[in-house]
């Protein structure tokens, strides 16, 4: 046992050293004029590696001396900034960023003969032809409410009584319409439950890719970049969420390589 976890080990060093001969790990802090920017997508745009600033506006990524490390939020103006021989020594990068200017369409304001009072302006302001004759077809001055139509009276006596029963006493109320309520309710959290589970795996999936580095899951174990979120989907089950967190990575490179033999397979036949 002691012996397999030696050769793990030295494969780990060994690889590491390969696959990060002429990379460099460096964390960045994405800001802007007021604080910390989140959210911001950064990629490399060399080696198509990517990631994004989490919550208080940190990263880590990748990156060579001349690569070229793009920076965008919808918020913001897209910003690329080079990587230097300083940035390399100092392990470290601040991003600026400038918030997006919109601009509205010119639109023309019209000259009118208003003064601001308003007992004043109301005169003056033309009539809408529709209003008016709302008005006048809604014009009940003539009529005499006093004279009563007897053959109301009438049609209220033969009509059958409406007995109160269980079904009517509910009547009143839409009970489609709280039911309908509580299941939106419901399948609005269910929702948002999916939601953050999403962005949750997506984050693990970023950080295992930023761990062990493009070189390791693209040239290595060869799976096809279009399909590596689908590969780390593939090896969740096997518990590596739960590795990462207790710092376990031999393990979840065991668990790579074992599995990726099989993924390959299961692709080669679909």
């Known amino acids: 046992m002691e012996k397999k976890l030696l050769q793990l080990l030295l494969f780990f060093l060994s690889f590491t050293a390969f696959s990060q001969e002429d990379k460099t790990l460096i964390s960045g802090r994405v800001i802007d004029s007021i604080g910390i ?6 990629i490399n745009l060399k080696t198509k590696q990517g990631t994004f600033s989490f919550d208080d506006g940190r990263f880590q990524i990748y990156v060579s001396e001349g690569d070229s490390i793009q920076i965008s939020n919808i918020q913001y103006s897209t910003k690329t900034i080079i990587i230097n021989k300083k940035t390399i020594i100092n392990k470290a990068l601040i991003v600026p960023l400038k918030q997006s200017t919109y601009v509205l369409d010119e639109f023309e304001l019209k000259r009118n003969h208003l003064i601001g009072q308003l007992a004043v302006d109301i005169k003056s302001v033309p009539k809408n032809e529709k209003i008016a004759l709302l008005k006048s077809n809604m014009d009940f001055s003539n009529v005499d409410f006093s004279l009563k139509d007897h053959r109301i009276d009438a049609n209220n006596r033969a009509s059958s009584k ?28 269910k929702a948002q439950s999916r939601d953050k589970e999403f962005d949750r795996k997506k984050v693990f999936k970023n950080k295992i890719l930023v761990e062990f580095g493009d070189h390791f899951f693209f040239n290595k174990l060869k799976i096809p970049k279009e399909k590596y979120f689908h590969f780390i989907e593939y090896c969740l089950p096997f518990g590596i969420e739960k590795m990462y967190a207790e710092n376990r990575l031999l393990k979840i490179i065991e668990i790579f390589q074992q599995e990726s033999a099989s993924y390959l397979e299961t692709l080669n036949e679909e």
Do not use: D, M, Q
């Not at 920017?37 to 950064?42: E, F, L, R, S």
């Open 37 to 42: 920017v989140k959210n911001a997508n950064i």
């Open 162 to 189: 409406v007995v109160n029963t269980v079904a009517n006493s509910y009547s009143g109320l839409n009970v489609g319409g709280i039911i309908g309520g509580l299941f939106s309710s419901k399948k609005f959290e």
